[in-house]
């Protein structure tokens, strides 16, 4: 079940199953999936990386924001197939 929660102005969390999604304004900013952060670095405003911080403060972890991009789209190919996969059963 999906759910939305608002950790502060501007910053949420979309949960569906077990990943996270955590938006700074409308940017996908992070997800997590299990115990794994797939993090981008801070490209927008001083707001969008204290968003960052709640997230995680360790800055050495984060990905340039082309390479996040690419990540997202490999990750969604994967949920899409883990659901049609999981709907077959």
Not at 2 to 30: C, M, P, Q, W
Request: glycine share 4%; charged share 30%.
């Amino acid at each position: 079940m999906a759910r939305l929660e608002k950790r502060d102005k501007n910053f949420h969390v979309v949960y569906l199953g077990e990943v996270k999604f955590y938006f700074s304004y409308e940017t996908l900013i992070a997800y997590r999936i299990g115990e794994t952060l797939t993090i981008s670095k801070n490209d927008w405003s001083k707001t969008t990386g204290n968003h960052l911080n709640k997230i995680c403060a360790n800055k050495r972890i984060r990905i340039p924001y082309k390479e996040f991009v690419k990540r997202e789209k490999e990750m969604a190919k994967l949920l899409l197939i883990e659901n049609i996969m999981v709907e077959q059963i």
